[in-house]
């Protein structure tokens, strides 16, 4: 009986533990691998022969690693490219040695893209090696699935920030406008999610070219009408050119993606600048909206939990490689909410994005349709009954010291 | 029968209205004021005599009430003035004109000492209306109770985000250091609450004048000793010559207070600036943290409502005036948490600053004793059972449409 190995990679989310946790537990009713080794910082570590062994994971543990945010085994921005020749023996000869046959990667497009090159590379040089995906990011970018684990536990926690600090803005008479900044890069999302409470006066998405005079004078009215204004931008929000609107600001992180940021605090001084609000509020959710297990959606944390249980499952089949496992929405007869679970080639997953569709963007700013909020809905619905440690914090564990190693 | 007032002012916390679904409840079990009006927007309103009927608030919507954030009656940064004697006159005139005998101030240190004046006011002019405060503060200070409703709330919220970030900060293996804001002015209290779930390295608080060479030697040591470094600082922190850390980034609000912020962001630079680091992240709480209903601590809430059962009921009291209720840490034989509640002068809850105690905090920036961890242990104890919306968020209710008047 050989071994397999689970891995992630890319930013962190509420439930790509969740995944973790539904691979261990799968292995433990259907023993197909002897051992579940998980590899620290995705790729990087695995390159290192950094190995871990989950196999016996405690049940009691993993409940607790299903409301264990951020990501457990370590994530990493190191992309496996393609020709990086050396790259790929290296992470054969690993699995060799450890007598590993599956590996499961954890990740967004990047993470797709390297399940498929993996696959390609072991098919090229016939090795029997195989290279499963389970999608995650809170960005909600991926194709062709519904929706991406992660995305809506990020989205129910920006609802619930946006209307908290938008009554905490109401209960104030001075003038001055809101603008609340969340994570999105070249997809709003998670920004349009926003105006699922119905506090959101103006949505500024990367899909939309930013025109500032436009913007500006739907500000000023939202304020001449009734005195506020509540402002969600994506970080991600550019102009025609292509310029962000955070420019300036921005750096690079190691995978030639710009580290945005800034967007909200320069929307709010243009407004300013305009002689529109003597004064305005950020609130930049950044890290603290992605990775927290304190507003977890059940029905993100059942799916990415059934992901992991289903990549492991349908890993029995010895064809199986070069696929990734998602979900769609069942067409039901009451229109109800339903998962179908399904699994596609990895080359459909990686390297697209999936932009917030057009139809559901309304002109002027003035938010999403109808149809973009009953799509939001139940995602965002219900709650996982969180296990609490006595510090009032919700219990975590991380099975290997990341940091002090 | 005479009628009541009931009013909020200053910054909104997670559980001020749990402290007006209070004096509500309270006269609906023992009506001794016909009627109970809301101030909209603190003294500013009544002071414009905009009042709102709260007497037949129905159960179901006192119970919301409880976990609704921020101030639904409004707020605001208007501060009477001892000396400025047509505002107390015209309040004087609004309560005979609506048969109000009692009015209740729920806020902080400027509110207590507003409660004060009024009081001071009443007698000097022979009028029998009588002023009491109910205290709410997310910043702790006041003396002389053992804590402050909000504060809980907010300490438990700050302590859920430093978890998350820190579980999200530490998957990655890059050298970076992670720098937390909290609100905190003048004293650190939320900003050592962060120290309970053990994530924080370094803690700068207001109550230490900072001392950058040694700051930045003990980041240095931390991150040659793991690769990493926590750090949570208080909005407030300063040097000893009294120049705030975030100096240059600084407005005034309508109360002379600076307007602080961006104490994180300095730190994040000067750290980078000394070689320490390459790059940094920062989360500043900002207004999420200070009056969101997804966090909130039971015996925040409980202790709040009850404030304001408390404040209706000793109102009774003819005599009863110019005091503040409040919640003391009663003796137990096993040191267990039990609350005692009594009620003090307001002159001794207005405008003193109870800083956080020098003898709980480690030198060097290293955090807190057991003693103050002690403290925090059972204020952020416990979750109370929420009612959720199907948009996923926590119901609220605001009897007045604050914004659109």
């Given at each position: ?75 990493c921005r190191y992309k496996l490219k393609r020709g990086q020749e050396a790259d790929f023996v290296?992470?054969?000869?690993i699995m060799d040695a450890h007598d590993i046959d599956v590996m499961f990667y954890i990740g ?152 945005l940021g800034g967007a909200a605090q320069t929307l709010k001084q243009m407004i300013i600048d ?132």
């Amino acid at each position: 009986m050989s071994n397999c190995l689970v891995a992630q990679s890319g930013g962190p989310t509420a439930v790509i533990n969740a995944s973790l946790a539904g691979v261990i537990k799968a292995n433990q009713l259907h023993p197909i691998y002897e051992k579940v080794y998980g590899g620290i910082h995705g790729i990087e570590g695995v390159l290192a022969d950094e190995l871990y062994d989950l196999t016996d994971t405690p049940a009691s543990e993993i409940e607790i690693l299903k409301q264990t945010p951020s990501s457990a085994l370590g994530t990493c921005r190191y992309k496996l490219k393609r020709g990086q020749e050396a790259d790929f023996v290296k992470l054969n000869e690993i699995m060799d040695a450890h007598d590993i046959d599956v590996m499961f990667y954890i990740g967004g497009n990047d993470s797709m893209d390297t399940v498929d090159a993996l696959s390609e590379w072991a098919q090229q040089h016939g090795s029997a090696k195989r290279f499963i995906g389970i999608p995650k990011t809170v960005d909600n970018d991926l194709v062709p699935i519904d929706h991406c684990p992660g995305f809506p536990s990020a989205a129910k926690l920006a609802c619930q920030i946006t209307h908290a600090t938008s009554l905490d803005y109401d209960a104030y008479t001075r003038p001055e406008i809101f603008v609340l900044e969340t994570m999105g890069r070249d997809a709003g999302w998670l920004a349009a999610s926003c105006c699922l409470t119905g506090d959101v006066d103006l949505l500024v998405l990367p899909e939309v070219d930013f025109d500032k005079d436009m913007f500006l004078s739907e500000v000023k009215q939202k304020m001449d009408e009734k005195g506020s204004c509540y402002i969600v931008v994506s970080e991600g929000a550019h102009y025609a050119d292509g310029t962000y609107i955070s420019a300036g600001e921005s750096a690079n992180d190691g995978f030639a993606h710009a580290v945005l940021g800034g967007a909200a605090q320069t929307l709010k001084q243009m407004i300013i600048d305009a002689g529109i609000a003597p004064r305005g509020i950020v609130q930049d959710l950044s890290r603290a909206a992605r990775s927290s297990n304190f507003a977890q959606s059940k029905i993100d944390v059942d799916e990415a939990f059934q992901l992991g249980l289903s990549a492991h499952m349908r890993s029995a089949d010895a064809y199986f490689t070069a696929k990734v496992v998602g979900v769609r929405r069942a067409d039901t007869k009451d229109g109800s909410y339903e998962p179908e679970f399904f699994a596609g080639p990895a080359s459909e997953f990686a390297n697209y994005v999936r932009n917030f569709p057009n139809e559901w963007i309304l002109p002027r700013y003035q938010g999403v349709t109808d149809e973009a909020l009953d799509y939001f809905r139940p995602l965002v619905a219900g709650e996982p009954a969180i296990i609490y440690g006595d510090d009032g914090v919700p219990k975590t564990i991380v099975p290997y010291n990341l940091r002090q190693r």
